[in-house]
């Protein structure tokens, strides 16, 4: 037992998470163990393993992953559901362990699990814990209150199809009011209307104070956000002009130089703004299809509480402002989804924003992802191209990252490398259809049901397939860093011959079609389409071939015209019926038109 002992402090002094849940879940199967150990080091263990060093980090690179649906992830990679599973049962099972021993929990044991359900999203299990709280005669603090607004607010938005519902259109509104059995996919999250997120936000608000427990900025931050989701803006410009004296409607009307950005907080204050407060104010302001006011109400919270504006707040503005500049059609219009709309042309002037000064923003894969396809939409070919070189550097240097890591590991496990001097993992997507999606999230219930830790599991379970040293962590993560990355720029790819959008309507168009669209597609060369794709030009289709084994490109004839076509050897004009198809690769046809070669980057 004292040996496990000495593992828990060392695993303390080195102030590693990973290391400290593993020492602790092997030295507490002795359960005169958790006896004996004091409470201050119980509760530094408890702090130590926050769910932020385990989650937060995939959480970040699952946010865009997985509105792609695949059949399979890269070897030896944890789908979100599984790692968010394995976390919590290794806690559940410290929990059970100490509830064995007729223990009690304690402020930090249901301040820690409250955390958790904050962090997975799951306000059904927040719910449960403080209503387990409140029985147990535990009086829950700040942070408690803080965990239990915001994953009641935030519930199942690790879900791709609720995360993109909670912009405040009629549509959805209508279905969380109805929606009390919460069968509707994409609404399971939280209800709107008679005992909706806004009256249970509030409720739950007038009891912390009633009970004399101190309100900080997040307090409010959650409070705002709780009015948000049911579309209550006035109640929101209520709280910011009483706690920030920032009045929306004025500031909307008012050019900077009218503005006295007066700061009567000391940064000492509970409720002094922090990032985290001008991520929820971006946040609430586009989800209810305002984005000028996001960016002015963020703008001035910034210079007059000198808070810079972080990454992740830019990353939601700018997400916000590509859905909401996205076209609506059909039924889309009827339903509200077009409230809010913003050109197209918002995406770039906000793209122009954030790279220059004074916010000298380096833009994420998920950015570049968002600024290629909507620079598709308007056909600008060459600053499309242009991001697209950009955004591949930006995935090479994951793949150089993935590749250090990997060395380094192998270094410490004395593996052999291939005596080729390849990596096994250098070629991991070569052969993949770059055409596959990365599969949705489960339900809800799904993700977060863990009732019961199985018995016969033992710390060494969690050593090897659940509970990660931190080098192991950071590689999984980086393997599906990597891996969304690459899935981006070949979906990029794609886009060169998506439809009849590069379809020639004058001599610059032609140009591209002739000699622009070629050029692209050798230089991503490396990230093309699946064997047999085909995208139609002006005078036919060109159809990659049917194996990987020979880089050479195939014109299908639909019609064409006499003329040369630059960049396309024509064999014989023989003007076959425009029905008719004729393919060089299948049916070396004279009549067939043939593409110059273009050789593979990859080797």
């Known amino acids: 037992m004292w040996r496990e002992h000495s593992a828990v402090l060392e695993a303390l002094q080195e102030e590693q998470p990973h290391s400290i849940l593993r020492a602790f879940l092997q030295a507490s199967e002795n359960p005169h163990y958790i006896q004996i150990l004091p409470a201050t080091t119980l509760a530094e263990i408890l702090r130590a393993i926050d769910p932020v060093h385990f989650l937060d980090q995939y959480k970040d690179v699952f946010h865009d992953f997985q509105t792609y649906r695949v059949d399979h992830l890269p070897r030896n990679v944890r789908s979100l559901k599984q790692i968010f599973i394995d976390y919590r049962e290794a806690i559940q099972l410290i929990l059970l362990r100490w509830r064995r021993l007729d223990r009690s929990f304690g402020i930090i044991e249901y301040r820690l699990m409250l955390n958790i359900a904050r962090s997975v999203k799951d306000g059904k299990t927040a719910l449960a814990i403080f209503k387990s709280m409140r029985a147990d005669q535990v009086q829950p603090d700040t942070l408690c209150y803080n965990y239990l607004f915001e994953a009641r607010s935030w519930s199942n938005g690790c879900n791709p199809l609720e995360r993109w519902r909670f912009r405040v259109i009629p549509r959805n509104i209508n279905l969380r009011q109805t929606n009390r059995d919460r069968s509707e996919r994409g ?157 197209l042309a918002s995406v770039e002037n906000l793209w122009v924003t954030m790279i220059s000064e004074p916010y000298n923003i380096n833009p994420t894969m998920p950015m570049y992802n968002r600024r290629i396809r909507t620079l598709w939409k308007r056909q600008m070919y060459d600053e499309m191209i242009l991001a697209m070189q950009a955004g591949r550097k930006l995935h090479n240097f994951q793949h150089r990252r993935l590749q250090r890591k990997l060395a380094s590991q192998q270094r410490r496990t004395h593996e052999v490398q291939p005596t080729d001097g390849t990596n096994p993992d250098d070629n991991v997507y070569e052969g993949m259809d770059s055409n596959i999606m990365l599969p949705a999230a489960a339900k809800d219930d799904d993700v977060l049901e863990v009732t019961n830790v199985p018995e016969h599991k033992t710390s060494s379970d969690y050593e090897a397939d659940g509970v990660m040293t931190h080098e192991q962590a950071s590689l999984e993560c980086a393997r599906i860093h990597e891996f969304r990355d690459f899935i981006m720029v070949s979906r990029w790819a794609r886009l060169l011959m998506a439809g009849s959008r590069w379809v020639p309507s004058n001599e610059r168009d032609l140009k591209w079609e002739r000699i622009g669209a070629p050029d692209a597609i050798r230089s991503f060369w490396y990230y093309r389409p699946r064997p047999g794709f085909c995208y139609n030009i002006s005078t036919g289709k060109i159809q990659f071939p049917p194996s990987r084994g020979e880089p050479e490109f195939v014109l299908t004839v639909v019609r064409h015209d006499a003329s040369q076509m630059a960049g396309v050897e024509i064999v014989q004009d023989t003007r076959p019926p425009p029905t008719a198809l004729y393919s060089a690769w299948s049916n070396p046809s004279p009549r067939g038109l043939k593409v110059s070669t273009i050789p593979h980057p990859g080797g």
Request: hydrophobic share 40%; with cysteine.
């Open 187 to 343: 609404f399971q999250g939280y209800e709107a209307g008679y005992r909706g997120i806004r009256e249970e936000t509030i409720r739950n608000f007038d009891r912390m104070r009633m009970s004399g427990i101190v309100t900080d900025v997040d307090t409010f931050g959650q409070l705002m956000l709780g009015m948000a989701r049911e579309g209550d803006i006035q109640g929101v410009k209520s709280v910011l002009k009483r706690i920030w004296d920032v009045a929306v409607d004025s500031i909307l009307h008012e050019d900077d130089s009218s503005l006295l950005f007066e700061n009567d907080l000391p940064p000492s204050s509970p409720l002094y703004p922090n990032q985290s407060l001008l991520f929820t104010i971006a946040h609430i302001f586009c989800i209810n299809n305002q984005l000028p006011a996001a960016l002015r109400v963020v703008d001035v919270f910034s210079r007059k509480y000198a808070v810079e504006i972080d990454l992740r707040t830019w990353a939601e503005l700018f997400e916000w402002t590509f859905v909401l500049a996205t076209r609506r059609y059909g039924k889309s219009k009827s339903d509200g989804s077009d409230l809010g709309q913003l050109p």
